[in-house]
């Protein structure tokens, strides 16, 4: 647990002092992050990142999938994600698929990682924004 939250600080003060330096999938093995937001919005949700694959949820299905990143981009590639139909909220608040729907969005596409901190990470691209706060 520390380990991962120590190699994401690290990496974070090596991309704030270094353009040169560039993030690798290396960087995101063994981490878990919390989706803080999506496309702007406060959401819920998680990623995890161990043996080249994502896993997670943005709250109703699981996925996975293959990873690799290219420069400051993460690329994540065709995703596995279970078929459960998610009730939606009551008449309040928003539909848990139309939010899983916009997540998948974001990770559809190559992603531009924007290290906020050492433990805050926006991953964006032209369908959206995901704000990631690592996990212990």
């Known amino acids: 647990m520390a380990a991962a939250v120590f190699r994401a600080a690290a990496l ?3 991309l704030a002092g270094c353009a040169s330096v560039t993030a ?6 063994g981490t878990r992050w919390t989706v803080t937001k999506l496309n702007d919005r406060s959401a819920g949700g998680e990623l995890s ?7 997670g ?4 299905n699981r996925f996975s999938g293959p990873y690799r990143t290219a420069g400051q981009m993460l690329i994540v590639q065709t995703l ?3 078929q459960m139909a998610c009730a939606s909220a009551l008449d309040e608040g ?5 939010i899983e ?7 559809g596409q190559p992603m531009r990682m924007d290290w ?7 991953l964006s691209n032209a369908a959206g924004s995901l704000d990631l706060q690592i996990r212990p």
Do not use: K, N
């Open 12 to 14: 974070a003060l090596a």
């Open 24 to 29: 690798d999938a290396r960087s995101f093995e």
């Open 49 to 55: 990142f161990s043996g080249g694959q994502v896993g």
């Open 57 to 60: 949820s943005f709250g109703c």
């Open 80 to 82: 596995a994600v279970t």
């Open 94 to 98: 928003p539909d848990p698929m139309a």
């Open 101 to 107: 729907g916009q997540g998948f969005a974001v990770l």
């Open 116 to 122: 906020r901190s050492g433990t805050a990470l926006r």
